[in-house]
């Protein structure tokens, strides 16, 4: 009962994290990875609610600070590690790292918006430039210029959310907003 739940301890994670992505897979299990600060910055987990158990994910070598991440059609995570403007996917069936795939510009602090057709869109930091994710090409192509600057003074931006009508609405750190139509 939503009404008359409870709250109850879990396992923790190996790794502490603020700031960090998360996806529940199709499975059930979740995905965590990084942090913008903590001791899990170069670190992603599973959490299986099943068995109440956490398990590493291999290393990428790679950082995952304020990391983005996202579902892609086949049930694999797209990662971002930010200070190395690359992308991995994570396979959860075999619990392995591939495809990495370098994005056109600063992922930090960035807000990805994934459309119907499950591609992914991001505004590079403190530039107007936006690129797409293709899942189907495991590639980052330019998307296009965003008519408003949406980064501060200190390269914070806000969220970015898909609307029911399909576009996408971001909320810019400098107080202006724009919206991406397909």
Request: charged share 15%; hydrophobic share 30%.
């Amino acid at each position: 009962s939503y009404v008359n739940g409870t709250w109850s301890a879990i396992d923790s994670m190996a790794g502490t994290r603020l700031y960090f992505s998360t996806q529940i897979l199709k499975d059930g299990r979740m995905y965590v990875a990084g942090g913008e600060y903590g001791t899990g910055q170069s670190a992603s987990e599973i959490y299986d609610p099943l068995t109440d158990t956490w398990t590493a994910c291999p290393s990428t070598g790679h950082a995952y600070v304020d990391a983005n991440s996202e579902t892609l059609p086949d049930g694999g995570v797209l990662q971002a590690c930010e200070w190395d403007n690359i992308t991995f996917v994570y396979d959860p069936l075999t619990n392995t790292y591939s495809g990495q795939q370098p994005t056109l510009g600063t992922v930090d602090e960035s807000a990805w918006v994934k459309f119907p057709d499950s591609s992914i869109v991001f505004v590079d930091m403190s530039t107007q430039n936006s690129e797409r994710y293709i899942p189907s090409l495991n590639q980052w192509i330019v998307d296009g210029p965003v008519p408003v600057v949406l980064y501060d003074a200190i390269s914070e931006t806000g969220p970015g959310f898909l609307l029911p009508d399909g576009r996408a609405f971001y909320l810019g750190g400098s107080g202006h907003t724009a919206y991406r139509s397909e």
